[in-house]
């Protein structure tokens, strides 16, 4: 069964029949409301630094344009943990899901809101799908703002059952499934940990410093030839994170594998420079260059489409030599 399918679209079945509700109703059923609402329901929303510390569960392809699609998206309430949590509640990040109401993608868009809100986009294309997802958290957002209450909480029991419903009640409204999509998306989101947290572990010593800068910079775009801070290639990245404890690598990808020193590659350790032909390389003048991170996971300027992104290792299988520029000193 899909996750999600944007609920079952309660904030429909709420108007169509309210206007049937008698005055005496309406006002015990309010009181009822007040009753069940009393008290703490959820977490406060969380405002520190906007990444994902803790990936595991996200797919790779996804993880760098979540980041960005969040921190491009305008308004505070939507960070990438918590557009992650949305998106494996919504589909469990599958770009082909569909569901019985017609919902699509791997944001589960409805027709007439992807027509509204998805830019001229493809709603199949999780490129398209996951930036749009997130503006359209924010325009539910701004759209209950005036509510008092924590601006996530809001918005997600907004998107999920309408905003008149949040309007109507001055906050969540008591549907046990809108309740519960909150709950559940925002526990979701804690787990993947917004960087409110110490921050994702990285291994001890010289090395710490230059894996923590590339985690940094998960999400940034790449531009050819930039270097940063606002954008990277390929090469310029890794040489910006050695120049954080010190070490001056050559500024392009075939200088850095000459700079070496190689490693045989059957040993990896954080730190270390893995390259493959690219798109514009070859066996013998490699143009792309990557860092090992540990736990399995390589980050690298990928290309204009991806921008910086956490991958698998296991993706990387045409690399042609290893470098370990920390082997003298770390």
């Known amino acids: 069964m899909v996750r999600g399918a944007r609920g079952s679209r309660s904030w429909l079945l ?10 005496a109703g309406v006002m ?19 405002d520190g630094p906007r990444t994902i510390t803790n990936s595991e569960g996200i797919p790779a392809e996804y993880l760098g344009l979540i980041i960005s699609a969040a921190n491009d998206a305008g308004c505070a309430e ?15 990040f599958n770009p082909s899901a569909t569901s019985p109401v017609g919902a699509m993608g791997i944001a589960q868009f409805m027709p007439g809101t992807w027509a509204t809100h998805g830019g001229g986009g493809d709603v ?8 749009a997802a997130a503006r359209y958290d924010c325009a539910v957002a701004a759209s209950v703002a005036r509510i ?57 010593g010289v090395v710490a410093p230059v894996i923590a800068f590339m985690r940094s910079q998960v999400g940034k775009p790449y531009v050819w030839g930039a270097e940063g801070p606002g954008a990277w290639d390929c090469s310029s990245l890794v040489r910006a994170a050695y120049r954080t404890v010190g070490i001056e690598l050559p500024r392009v990808t075939t200088d850095q594998l000459a ?8 040993d ?3 730190g270390d420079l893995l390259f493959i032909p690219g798109s514009d390389g070859t066996v013998a003048a490699p143009g792309h260059v990557g860092m ?25 299988t045409d690399v042609v030599a290893v470098t370990r520029p920390l082997a003298a000193g770390a």
């Open 268 to 270: 990896l350790q954080p």
């Open 14 to 23: 709420w108007l169509g029949v309210g206007g049937m509700v008698s005055v």
């Open 148 to 204: 008092p209450g924590p601006g996530q909480e809001k918005m997600l029991a907004a998107y999920n059952a309408g905003p008149g419903a949040v309007l109507t009640f001055s906050g969540i409204p008591p549907f046990p499934e809108t309740r519960n999509y909150v709950r559940t998306i925002l526990a979701k989101a804690r787990e993947y940990g917004d960087a409110l947290a110490p921050g994702a572990e990285v291994p001890a």
């Open 124 to 131: 199949w294309d999780p490129a398209d799908a996951i930036p």
């Open 28 to 46: 015990l059923f309010i009181l009822v409301v007040v009753l069940l609402l009393a008290g703490p329901f959820l977490a406060d929303q969380d």
């Open 292 to 316: 090992y991170v540990g736990n399995g996971q390589m980050i690298a300027a990928k290309g204009a489409r991806w921008g910086v992104v956490v991958s698998d290792i296991s993706s990387w």
């Open 259 to 266: 700079a070496g020193p190689r490693i045989s590659g059957v």
């Open 78 to 92: 939507v960070t990438p943990a918590l557009l992650a949590a949305q998106l494996y509640q919504e589909s469990g």
